[in-house]
């Protein structure tokens, strides 16, 4: 891995960090309880990442976990720490040439599924864990999509990112 990768990773890790302890408890997170929150923005370092390299992506997820653990409680923080299969899926995907549009609309449902598979041995049954927390999540995970979608164009028309050369 690249020493620019690494110092990027680090500094979105520290921001994937940063969003939970400076949002939780204000308008920018919405709650259900006992364990669903969407806390906008919070998806888009990892989502970032995801147009580096699987490594990175992976980091910068479990920073998040890390962030929601600290501040919210372990329940939503490991619901956190799945957004590391949705981001080495994605980063895959996306080194291997899908176009990162695709990657976001892709791994919308599988961080849906993540997060409701969580909350399972806590005491909320199959159907209250789909339809709150994965359709909740995907929505949420879509609206990032766009802010994220938004910065990722941005970073390429700046020559901060580059689009993978295989691109389809």
């Known amino acids: 891995m ?5 110092v990027i990773g680090g500094l979105l890790t520290a921001v994937s960090i940063m969003i939970p302890l400076l949002l939780a408890g204000t308008p920018l997170m919405v709650t259900i309880p006992p364990f669903f929150t969407a806390t906008i923005t919070a998806h888009v370092p990892t989502m970032l990442a995801m147009a580096i390299s699987p490594q990175v992506a992976v980091m910068v997820a479990l920073g998040s976990g890390i962030g929601f653990t600290i501040k919210v409680n372990a329940i939503v923080g ?21 176009s990162y549009k695709k990657v976001l609309l892709i791994t919308a449902p599988i961080h849906g599924l993540c997060e409701a598979l969580v909350v399972l041995p806590f005491g909320w049954d199959l159907k ?8 909740g999540t995907i929505g949420h995970h879509l609206v990032d999509a766009l802010v994220t979608f938004m910065v990722y164009e941005a970073l390429i028309k700046t020559s901060l990112l580059k689009r993978p050369s295989n691109s389809i």
């Open 2 to 6: 690249k020493t620019r990768d690494i």
């Open 78 to 98: 490991a619901r956190a720490f799945t957004h590391a299969i949705f981001a080495f899926v994605g980063a895959n995907a996306y080194k291997k040439g899908m």
């Open 128 to 135: 209250k864990a789909m339809l709150a927390c994965g359709i």
